[in-house]
């Protein structure tokens, strides 16, 4: 599971033409460990994956890799 949340935060980041710097910002947490969930260090628990998944405009279920439907 861990790959897929890093690789689909990393394309989602992408896709809005972000900075790690902005999305951490925008969901209140620091870029390290934003950095460290992209490097597939850390998993988000479930407060900041729903942070994550509201401000990329997606399902959490398709952030953890539950789906293909966004």
Known sequence: MEIIVSKRL???RKETS???V???TAV???EQYYQ???GN???PGLEIAWKLADHFGVSVDY???RTEER
Do not use: F, M, R, W
């Open 22 to 24: 902005q999305v951490a």
């Open 18 to 20: 972000e900075t790690q």
């Open 63 to 65: 952030l953890i890799g």
């Open 10 to 12: 990393k394309e989602l």
């Open 28 to 30: 209140g947490i620091v």
């Open 36 to 38: 460290k969930l992209e």
């Open 41 to 43: 260090v850390n998993l």
